[in-house]
């Protein structure tokens, strides 16, 4: 089983940047796509992107697209989300997640990830 440590969250004013880490350990990192997604107060936990194992296809939903972007280091197993132009409606707790064996393509779903960090909180203030 996959244990996953999120870290670099915080405080960051309205148009700044901050990335975000996620440290995998007890499994084979470089071998399944990985995820961040983000729960903001009192709304649903929500897909943000996503990215292969070998880094060749990455997704991110619209909301983010353009601004984020996702990459993964498959030596230190460690995957990051680099957040730019962040805006006030990017204040969430984020969490990476692994996906599930045997699932095709990039799943943007929830439930298709089988192992989660204890997320890290990102505020977006004016």
């Known amino acids: 089983q996959v244990q996953l440590v999120e870290s670099g969250g915080g405080e960051v004013q309205a148009g700044g940047s901050l990335r975000l880490s996620c440290a995998a350990s007890?499994?084979?990192?470089?071998?399944?796509?990985m995820a961040w997604f983000r729960q903001a107060p009192g709304k649903e936990r929500e897909f943000a992107a996503a990215?292969?194992?070998?880094?060749?296809?990455?997704k991110f939903a619209d909301a983010v697209k353009g601004r984020f972007t996702i990459s993964r280091d498959n030596v230190r197993n460690t995957l990051y989300l680099h957040m730019n132009s962040m805006k006030l409606e990017d204040t969430a707790i984020y969490y990476c997640?692994?996906?599930?064996?045997?699932?095709?393509?990039?799943?943007?779903?929830?439930?298709?990830?089988?192992?989660w960090g204890q997320g890290t909180q990102v505020t977006v203030s004016s």
């Open positions: 007890g499994g084979t990192f470089s071998r399944y796509t």
């Open positions: 990215i292969t194992a070998s880094s060749a296809t990455t």
């Open positions: 997640a692994k996906v599930r064996p045997f699932r095709v393509g990039v799943p943007t779903a929830g439930d298709d990830y089988d192992s």
